[in-house]
């Protein structure tokens, strides 16, 4: 989802992470679909030009991924902040 939500092919994608042009597509569509998984540093790639947390491919489920994203959007200061309201007893 978040490939298609800044508008990349699978082909673009994997171009931009330096992968070669005629295997790009093919590569990243295992990666979607779970056949193989790239390391972590991949991933943090991937992330980087996706504009998401790292995290967020590790989410189990979609509603937490966008809570990942969401809060990865906000300051440190506000992310304590709301660290704090979460966590109050």
Known sequence: M?????G????QLGMRLGM????ASARMNQ???GKHTPDY???KRVAVEL???VAYFYCEDDLLAEIMCAVAKRSKEEQQELLA???KA
């Open 2 to 6: 978040a490939r298609k939500a800044v």
């Open 8 to 11: 990349l092919t699978q082909q």
């Open 20 to 23: 070669d042009p005629n295997t």
């Open 31 to 33: 990666y979607e679909k």
């Open 41 to 43: 540093q991949t991933m």
């Open 51 to 53: 504009g998401v947390p």
């Open 85 to 87: 309201s979460l966590t």
